[in-house]
């Protein structure tokens, strides 16, 4: 099984340098194949340009094989080419944008087959904003305000990108709607990352990770650790 890192948005302003480093030592260091995923962008036309700042970024930070990929419909989800280069990513990297056009672009397609099969021979998965909101097993799309089923790497979770920020304010209705799930509230230019272990979550960048669960409220800042396990929430170690 390889590693999933869950940023909550402003990823490439300068501040997601840790755990971005971080990431690409588990992928293998900076000649490992890095593919970045500009699916969520599509809607808007943004994707080649959200796509580039994504490379420019990796690049910027020493990683020498990024490149972007056309991923942005359901026809290049199901092509051969782009799947093949996903199997062989050591991290692949889902950008931000819409997460309900992302998830249903990736849901049962060929190229997420690949990435699940990349993941669990040890590669590295990761999504800012959009493209982690729809790595959990719920989304609320805020754009139509309902939530749907994700893509569900990481089970009975929900996430709130950006949450120090707009995320927050969907909290309340969010752990009304859906009081057994936990709510992920992740900070911009922050990340949470498993560092292998499903079971251990450490907080890196620049803001905290806010864990709502079961009527409790637990804050975790930049270096903290801590667990989704039954009752988990808290500081660890």
């Known amino acids: 099984m390889g590693y999933l890192l869950l940023e909550g948005g402003a990823?490439?302003?300068g501040r997601m340098r840790e755990p971005d480093l971080r990431a690409l030592e588990l992928a293998g260091g900076f000649d490992a194949?890095?593919?970045?995923l500009p699916t969520a962008a599509a809607p808007d036309q943004n994707h080649i340009h959200a796509g580039n700042n994504g490379v420019r970024w990796f690049r910027s930070i020493g990683a020498?094989?990024?490149?972007?990929?056309?991923l942005v419909d359901r026809v290049s989800a199901n092509d051969?080419?782009?799947?093949?280069?996903?199997?062989?990513a050591?991290?692949?990297?889902?950008?931000?944008?819409?997460?309900?056009?992302?998830a249903q672009t990736l849901k049962g397609s060929l190229a997420w087959s690949a990435v699940l099969e990349a993941y669990h021979s040890g590669a590295v998965v990761a999504g800012s904003s959009a493209g982690a909101m729809v790595m959990c097993q719920w989304y609320y799309d805020?754009?139509?305000?309902?939530?749907?089923?994700?893509?569900?790497?990481?089970?009975?979770?929900?996430?709130?990108?950006?949450?120090n920020?707009?995320?927050?304010?969907?909290?309340?209705?969010?752990?009304?709607e859906m009081p057994n799930v936990i709510l992920l509230g992740v900070d911009e230019q922050t990340g949470m990352l498993d560092e292998g272990d499903v079971h251990t979550w450490?907080?890196?960048?620049?803001?905290n990770v806010t864990i709502y669960r079961a009527g409790r409220v637990f804050t975790h800042s930049g270096g903290a650790s801590f667990t989704l396990l039954e009752g988990g929430g808290q500081t660890i170690g």
Do not use: C, Q
């Not at 920020?165 to 009304?176: D, I, M, P, Y």
């Open 142 to 163: 805020p754009y139509e305000g309902k939530i749907h089923e994700g893509l569900n790497l990481i089970s009975n979770t929900l996430l709130l990108p950006h949450h």
């Open 80 to 88: 051969e080419g782009i799947a093949k280069s996903l199997r062989e």
């Open 64 to 70: 020498r094989d990024v490149v972007s990929l056309p």
């Open 33 to 36: 194949p890095l593919r970045i």
């Open 90 to 102: 050591k991290l692949s990297y889902l950008l931000g944008g819409f997460p309900h056009y992302l």
């Open 165 to 176: 920020t707009f995320g927050k304010t969907w909290a309340a209705r969010l752990t009304e």
């Open 11 to 13: 990823e490439f302003g």
């Open 202 to 207: 450490t907080v890196h960048g620049a803001g």
